[in-house]
């Protein structure tokens, strides 16, 4: 997608999606879906046969860290996805495939709806031994438009001031989404680095930052290129949620998506493989196990399926 439009979009969109959610003014919700038809319009023109199903872009301000992703789901329909995702308990269905999210849990406190993801290492964790972030949770259809957002003032190891944002559209008989992640990541960031400089050093993600004479592709690395990783993570899980959201229900479908999700992950091998097939499946089957017996325990009206 073309920088200049990505750029634009980045300054905008906050400022709409700033205001009281659904009390929006319809003239920012119609430049909302405006834009996005335009950049639906120029991601369709710059996607060919063979390139990245997604667009992506990362930035560091100051202190605050961004990626910004945009995709396609074909054959999906928008009462179905906005439906879906509307609910914070659906978000427990696939946002725990990310690696490092190791359950997820939602509750009503004082009228706001809270998502929380336990966020810890690669490694099999209890959530009483990860980190909780603690989210409030908006989510809803306004002109055509799914929005979604997700706000958090802190955050684990210092971090704060994370602002979400996810849209999503009715496009040739699919859904074209835009997902912001923004936050600062305080005393993280010194954790992050040091990972960076020893075991990460090797670790890239997706922007190209340099392309040699000789044909040699050079990547975004660090912070930035962790954001990018950690984002495209996300997107899968949403892509293989949806994928699979007709699959039978025989006691076999949260494995399913696990393996959908690894092997969608290993697409991008050299940004994002980290352990085998085999480790990736014992490690969450036992998380989902968990997720299971934490969301019983808060009286959630649903738990997590097979």
């Known amino acids: ?8 979009h980045r300054k905008n969109i906050r400022w ?4 009281a959610f659904f009390m929006v003014n319809p003239d920012a919700l119609a ?32 202190k605050t860290l961004s990626s910004t992703v945009t995709s396609f789901i074909p054959s999906i329909p928008f009462s179905e996805f906005a439906d879906r995702l509307s609910r914070a308990s659906e978000w427990c269905e696939f946002i725990p495939l ?20 336990y966020l810890g290492t690669k490694k099999y964790q209890t959530p009483d031994k990860s980190e909780l972030l603690l989210l409030d949770f908006e989510a809803g259809v306004a002109d055509g438009v799914f929005l979604a957002r997700f706000t958090a ?7 704060s001031n994370y602002d979400f944002h996810f849209r999503a559209i009715d496009r040739d008989g699919g859904i074209y989404l835009e997902f912001d992640l923004s936050s600062q990541p305080g005393m993280a960031a ?6 960076l400089a020893t075991a990460g050093r090797r670790k890239i993600g997706f922007s190209v930052t340099e392309t040699k004479q000789d044909g040699e592709v050079k990547y975004v690395r660090g912070q930035r290129g962790a954001s990018e990783r950690n984002i495209v ?6 892509k293989t949620y949806f994928e699979m959201a007709g699959a039978d229900t025989d006691g076999m479908q949260y494995r399913r998506r696990l393996e959908r999700w690894f092997d969608r992950t290993e697409e991008y091998h050299a940004q ?6 085999s480790d990736y499946l014992s490690i969450k089957l036992r998380e989902r196990e968990n997720q299971r017996v934490l969301i019983r325990s808060l009286g959630n009206p649903t738990t997590p399926v097979d």
């Open 190 to 195: 010194s954790l992050s680095k040091l990972y």
């Open 272 to 277: 994002l493989y980290e352990m085998s097939k």
């Open 233 to 238: 993570r996300y997107l899968l899980a949403i």
């Open 153 to 159: 003032k802190k955050g684990p190891y210092g971090s």
């Open 98 to 117: 990310h690696l490092n999210v190791k359950a997820c849990m939602y509750r009503r406190v004082d009228g706001i709806t809270k998502l929380g993801f």
């Open 16 to 19: 709409l999606l700033c205001a």
């Open 31 to 62: 430049a909302t879906k405006a834009g996005m038809l335009e950049r639906y319009a120029a991601f369709k023109q710059d996607h060919a046969p063979g390139s990245l199903p997604f667009t992506l872009q990362s930035t560091r301000e100051g």
């Open 1 to 8: 997608m073309n920088s200049r439009i990505l750029d634009r």
